[in-house]
């Protein structure tokens, strides 16, 4: 028995006990009925309704068209799946949501899948879903056409970002797939829509962070410029001048991107001043000069989290050290919209992907599954952020391939697993199965009377102050007021790319009818898109309500 997996037992244990003794609800995994059908590597929630999840073209049970299906459309008010034509391979993509709302999908595998002949090259794909109203995507189709709508370089592993004009900068990647390392380097960026005729611009940053510098964690800044970390390194890469400043590597040789991936986020924004903050968690204090071969699935993953802040003195005084619960490799970091930060998912030994070290479990390179989601506190002094106290511990492993998302109800959607080359079913001697299990994690607040926004503009402007009705319930003081403007990011290989939450000043009238709040100034502090607007009173926080901020106009705009 391995010594680890007694721990999670306990907890649970812990955790019932807890809840016996208190009636205040608490936080709660909760699995659905129905699986998913489509393996959720990759997860986007694109309407009030409804979340896109991808998997590689492979042997999914979902079918479409008489093959297996590798797309799928999750309904979040039925928890039911139903599947979408995709034309290329997805396997390993990024994503985001563009200014005028539309869903890209980016990059992805060069290759077929033996027995499901319909698959085309995804490498160099853009595939476009257009904002669907129908709230069971009935009729919402992706649209791709390979030859004319395309990268400008092939992208496997790559990863993108909203950007002040409502355009992505698409960042990185491999030419090809390979087993472990980056070792045919896509080191550029580029932009959709394009920029620069069309041509992709190099990078010294990918250059100096191979091997290990796949998935780079990139985040918009509220000067318009972009925070980029890969390998053990960052930078602040500016988009207008192609210039790139070097920061302070991550601290006491840990690295933190694909493949040994930690995870990092852009802590919540607030104005007047908006001053952005970076927390990078977990990963693998080793060096990527070591081949996989000499790596083990048993190696501890580091429990340091760095955290840093992007003006001159917080540069200067460079990144601050504090440390999770456990080990994580693959960490999911995600927002509440109380500007507290999940911990959630990953392994507490070994790396990314499939086969490559000297002793998988299966096909999985990591071991020990990190089962009991934490809460990290920005506003907290140091040493006392992070706390898993009455968090409940999951049944269920999210390791390499897995996903999980924010949702406009305001609980988490988690699904997918797969430390494997192939849709692998649970069986004698399957340690780590491919995951169709969908489950949702619930804040404490999904189970009380919640406030609600009653009705939002579709679009918003940049600077607007506006007046919204609300409903409170009435056993809430209405103390302290939060709204939460957030991007929801794309979920792909333990990072949500877009992912933003920015605070609004904002107030409630006396007779607690109406809430009155202001938009930031500029596509820098908010890249124009889609939005997802949260009130959260006393902690407990409304269902969130869907608008576009700025003109709604596609990229590039400023309004
Ligand atoms: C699926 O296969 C069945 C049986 O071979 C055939 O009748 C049907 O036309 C096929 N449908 C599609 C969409 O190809
Ligand atoms: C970053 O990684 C490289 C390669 O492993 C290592 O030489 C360097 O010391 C690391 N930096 C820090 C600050 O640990
Ligand atoms: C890894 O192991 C192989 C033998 O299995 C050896 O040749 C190599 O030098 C080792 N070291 C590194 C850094 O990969
Ligand atoms: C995955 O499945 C394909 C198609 O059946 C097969 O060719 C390949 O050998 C399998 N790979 C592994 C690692 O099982
Ligand atoms: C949004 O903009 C993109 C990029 O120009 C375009 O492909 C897409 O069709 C647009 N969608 C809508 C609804 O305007």
């Not at 985040?219 to 988009?239: C, E, H, K, M, T």
């Not at 902690?539 to 869907?546: A, E, F, L, N, Y």
Request: net charge negative; hydrophobic share 35%; with cysteine.
């Amino acid at each position: 028995m391995r010594p680890y997996l007694s721990l999670p037992l306990l907890s649970t244990l812990l955790a019932s006990s807890t809840l016996a003794a208190s009636s205040a609800p608490q936080w709660r995994f909760d699995v659905k009925k129905t699986p998913s059908g489509v393996l959720a590597l990759e997860a986007i929630v694109v309407s009030p309704s409804l979340v896109i999840i991808f998997d590689r073209a492979s042997d999914d049970p979902l079918q479409i068209n008489n093959h297996s299906a590798w797309g799928a459309i999750w309904d979040l008010e039925t928890s039911t799946v139903k599947p979408l034509d995709v034309l290329t391979n997805t396997f390993c993509a990024s994503g985001a949501l563009l200014s005028n709302g539309t869903m890209v999908s980016i990059g992805g595998d060069e290759r077929g899948f033996p027995g499901n002949p319909d698959i085309q090259p995804g490498n160099s794909a853009l595939r476009i879903f257009e904002p669907c109203a129908s709230p069971s995507g009935e009729g919402c189709t992706l649209f791709e056409d390979p030859a004319t709508v395309h990268l400008a370089a092939t992208r496997w592993y790559p990863s993108s970002v909203r950007i002040f004009d409502g355009s992505l900068m698409i960042m990185g990647g491999s030419q090809v797939n390979s087993v472990f390392y980056n070792i045919q380097p896509e080191n550029s960026f580029e932009f959709f829509p394009s920029k620069d005729g069309g041509a992709v611009r190099p990078s010294a940053f990918l250059e100096r962070t191979l091997p290990a510098n796949l998935f780079p964690r990139g985040f918009a800044l509220p000067d318009g410029r972009a925070f980029i970390v890969a390998s053990n390194q960052s930078i602040i890469y500016d988009i207008e001048k192609k210039t790139e400043t070097i920061l302070p590597d991550i601290p006491n040789g840990v690295h933190v991107t694909n493949p040994i991936d930690g995870s990092a986020i852009l802590l919540p924004l607030s104005p007047p001043d908006y001053i952005p903050e970076v927390l990078v968690c977990g990963g693998q204090a080793v060096d990527p000069a070591i081949q996989p071969a000499n790596f083990s699935s048993q190696k501890p993953a580091t429990s340091q989290c760095s955290r840093i802040t992007l003006t001159p003195e917080g540069i200067q005084k460079g990144w601050e050290v504090e440390h999770m619960l456990e080990g994580r490799v693959m960490p999911e970091l995600l927002h509440i919209p109380n500007g507290q930060i999940l911990i959630i998912s990953g392994a507490q030994s070994g790396f990314s992907g499939t086969s490559a070290v000297q002793d998988p479990i299966g096909q999985s390179n990591a071991d020990h599954p990190a089962l009991t989601p934490s809460l990290y506190t920005p506003s907290l002094p140091l040493g006392r952020r992070i706390s898993n106290t009455n968090m409940p511990t999951s049944e269920i492993p999210r390791l390499y391939h897995s996903s999980v998302t924010l949702t406009p109800q305001g609980n988490f959607f988690v699904a997918g697993s797969n430390p494997n080359r192939n849709t692998t079913l649970p069986g004698p001697g399957v340690t780590f199965a491919t995951e169709f299990r969908v489950e949702t994690l619930d804040p404490p607040f999904m189970f009380v009377e919640r406030p609600t926004i009653q009705s939002l503009p579709a679009k918003v402007s940049f600077g607007a102050s506006m007046t919204v009705p609300i409903t409170i319930p009435g056993n809430l003081k209405g103390s302290n007021i939060q709204v939460s403007l957030m991007d929801l990011g794309f979920s792909s290989h333990a990072f949500h790319s877009s992912a933003r939450l920015v605070f609004l000043d904002a107030r409630m009238s006396r007779d607690r009818k109406s809430l009155t709040f202001t938009l930031p100034p500029n596509g820098r502090i908010y890249p124009p898109g889609p939005a997802t607007i949260f009130l959260t009173v006393d902690d407990v926080t409304s269902p969130g309500i869907q608008t576009i901020v700025g003109s709604g106009k596609p990229p590039p705009t400023l309004e």
